[in-house]
């Protein structure tokens, strides 16, 4: 896969995951990927494990992509993934190795109010 050919690979990687369309939400991994979650301490592996274990959970997901960015096998996707109803903003940094996911690690931040002591500088994201 050509650098070109991965932000399409990853808009219908995006698509498939807001459809929740599991099969092909997880055709972009290799079969041996790995997927950190840096917060909670988890890794999974393999990609059946990841497409299984993102199927067992319970909450209604929604995800709603602001930007991908990325070269040379290392993209980076921004989005706001909706657990049901509320909103999570998220970075999913992707390794491709022969034109699959190699590992994958995600942020995710809960929403806060601005801290007064930045008030003056501060304006509301939509």
């Known amino acids: 896969m050509e650098d070109r050919d991965i932000p399409v690979a990853l808009d219908r990687h ?3 995951s807001d459809a929740g369309e599991f099969e ?3 055709e972009i991994y ?3 990927a790995v997927l950190d979650y840096p917060q909670s301490g988890e890794r999974i592996h393999g990609r059946r494990n990841i497409q299984a274990s993102r199927a067992a959970q319970p ?3 929604r995800f709603a ?3 991908i960015t990325g070269t040379d096998g290392l993209w980076v996707t921004e989005y706001v993934l909706t657990y049901d109803g509320r909103p999570s903003y998220t970075v999913s940094i992707m390794e491709f190795l022969d034109g699959k996911v190699a590992r994958e690690t995600q942020y995710f931040s809960d929403p806060f109010e601005p801290g007064p002591s930045r008030a003056q500088w501060v ?3 939509p």
Do not use: C, G, I
Request: glycine share 0%; proline share 0%; aromatic share 6%.
């Open 59 to 61: 909450n209604r997901k």
């Open 65 to 67: 992509v602001r930007r």
């Open 30 to 32: 290799r079969e041996d």
């Open 14 to 16: 995006w698509a498939a």
């Open 24 to 26: 092909a939400e997880h």
């Open 123 to 125: 304006e509301r994201m």
